[in-house]
Each structure stands twice: as structure tokens, then as C-alpha cells.
T-cell receptor
């Protein structure tokens, strides 16, 4: 039981390049989330998926797209990376679809955009 | 924004002392959760307190919630060096979203 896994662990991009961050969970959770964490700050919600087949915007969705590929996988895509997107990206999941649930986090992807 | 704010931003104590950190938030909540983040790692859930609860305990952790003041506190008793980490509060709304504060960085000196 690996929990929440994220790939890659670290990535360097040039401005304008695109990439997809992958997230998978093996806990049969219904909801999945993407956050970004900037230095010295808390997490800000980018997008979330309350259940398979649905996605919704969070606080900071601009510049990102997501795909809930199936119940296990939730990917985050940067179509044209910008230096302002340099951050650590965390994926999380919860069993239920309500915010009263405990979130389980992946180890993070560190992204540097030059 | 519903985002919480932790206070203090940083706290340094000796092993064996108690550590108290506070969280304030802006709008009504369904629940409030505390998470720990070790350096370079993901967040780990510590404890959840519902909006109709006032106090909750889990091992060396004690959490209080005052919805009239829109604030919560996390007390870690008899701290250990292994408690060194950043601590975040997260508020859950009545739907699917969580809002995280900016965190308190705790350093426990051996």
C-alpha cells in the first residue's frame, strides 16, 4: 500500500515548456486535490476532483489544467510554464467527498521554471 | 479568502517544554484540522476538530476551538526533538475545499 505517489520528484523547465505532473493513490479514495506551496507559505488549492469524472477550480487555477483519468489518477498539466509557477506541488486525496475528511498527501514535486 | 493564519510564525523551545501555536480563520467552518510537515516532505494529518467541539486530545496533542473568536490552538506537551517541523491548520468548508494557513515553524532543541 503506497498511499499517494507523485512523479517526478523534481523537474527543471524553461519558460514556455509544458509538462504533466502525475499523481496516483491506491486507497480507493474518491476525492483528489492539487496544491502548490511557495517558500514560507501554506498550501493553496489549484484544482480538485470530488469524484471520478469531475474537476473544479480552487484558489489559483490559472495556468493549469487537470485530468481525472480514473479513480486512482489525477494529473496536473502546465501548458506553458512561467517562472511564477516555480513551487512545490502536492497531490492529496480523501476517501469521502466532503471537507470533513482527513487528507493524505504525496511527497511533492519540486518544480523550477527558468 | 478563508485562509487561516498561524501564530507565531516561528517557535524555538527546549526539549521537554510545551509548544503552543494558534490559528485564526475568517469565515464559518465545518471543521478544523492540524497537519505537520517535516522538512522536504508532504503533510501528515495530526488531528481534526469539528465545529461543534471545543477540545480534543490525541496523545501529547491538545487542540481547542473557539468558533466565536474564529480561532484554534494546538498544544504539544513534553516536546521532543522529533517534533521539529512546520505545523499548519486547515479549515474545511461545507463542501469539498480545504484552506491552509501559512504555518508555524517549530524547532525543538535537544
Amino acid at each position: 500500500n503506497a498511499g499517494v505517489t507523485q512523479t517526478p520528484k523534481f523537474q527543471v523547465l524553461k519558460t514556455g515548456q509544458s509538462m504533466t505532473l502525475q499523481c496516483a493513490q491506491d486507497m480507493n479514495h474518491n476525492s483528489m486535490y492539487w496544491y502548490r506551496q511557495d517558500p514560507g507559505m501554506g498550501l493553496r488549492l489549484i484544482y480538485y476532483s470530488a469524484s471520478e469524472g469531475t474537476t473544479d477550480k480552487g484558489e489559483v487555477p490559472n495556468g493549469y489544467n487537470v485530468s481525472r483519468l480514473n479513480k486512482r489518477e489525477f494529473s496536473l498539466r502546465l501548458e506553458s510554464a512561467a517562472p511564477s509557477q516555480t513551487s512545490v506541488y502536492f497531490c492529496a486525496s480523501t476517501f469521502g467527498t466532503r471537507s470533513r475528511e482527513t487528507q493524505y498527501f504525496g511527497p511533492g514535486t519540486r518544480l523550477l521554471v527558468l | 479568502s478563508q485562509q487561516g493564519e498561524e501564530d507565531p510564525q516561528a517557535l524555538s523551545i527546549q526539549e521537554g517544554e510545551n509548544a503552543t501555536m494558534n490559528c485564526s480563520y475568517k469565515t464559518s467552518i465545518n471543521n478544523l484540522q492540524w497537519y505537520r510537515q517535516n522538512s522536504g516532505r508532504g503533510l501528515v494529518h495530526l488531528i481534526l476538530i469539528r465545529s461543534n467541539e471545543r477540545e480534543k486530545h490525541s496523545g501529547r496533542l491538545r487542540v481547542t476551538l473557539d468558533t466565536s473568536k474564529k480561532s484554534s490552538s494546538l498544544l504539544i506537551t513534553a516536546s521532543r526533538a522529533a517534533d521539529t517541523a512546520s505545523y499548519f491548520c486547515a479549515t474545511g468548508d461545507n463542501f469539498n475545499k480545504f484552506y491552509f494557513g501559512s504555518g508555524t515553524k517549530l524547532n525543538v532543541k535537544p
